[in-house]
């Protein structure tokens, strides 16, 4: 079961910041700046507008907790890429959206059993 932060990483940043910040800081405590400078380690990881986000949120506060809960992150995110195919959005859409290839998206669904849905639906688009 994935801890509280983890949902508000993910809510705050998006899928892929959100697991990279975990892949970085995964198992130790962060401490977030108020005032976040382009040369912080945060800026580095998770990029410009996350780190700002992050600032807002927690930054002055207490240290936060990271949990080491990479794989559940992913796991959440393939479950947003399957629900987002299942709502008729398109493999292009799903790549940018959650920070992954087009050749993961299919990886993704493939692995969950889509794969036959997947290429009708690529064939149906190219006639």
């Known amino acids: 079961m994935a801890s509280e932060i983890l949902r508000e990483l993910v809510e705050l940043l998006g899928h892929q910041p959100a697991i990279e910040l975990v892949r970085a800081w995964g198992g130790r ?55 987002g195919f299942q709502a008729g959005r398109s493999i292009t859409w799903l790549s940018e959206t959650y920070g992954i290839s087009r050749r993961q998206v299919n990886s993704v669904l493939d692995r969950m059993g889509y794969n036959t849905e997947r290429m009708a639906r690529a064939v149906a688009t190219r006639t």
């Open 29 to 83: 405590r962060l401490k977030v700046p108020v005032d976040m400078h382009q040369d912080h380690a945060l800026v580095f990881v998770v990029g410009w507008e996350a780190a700002g986000k992050l600032s807002k949120t927690y930054g002055g506060a207490d240290a936060i907790d990271i949990p080491a809960e990479r794989n559940h992150l992913i796991d959440m995110r393939n479950d947003a890429v399957l629900v």
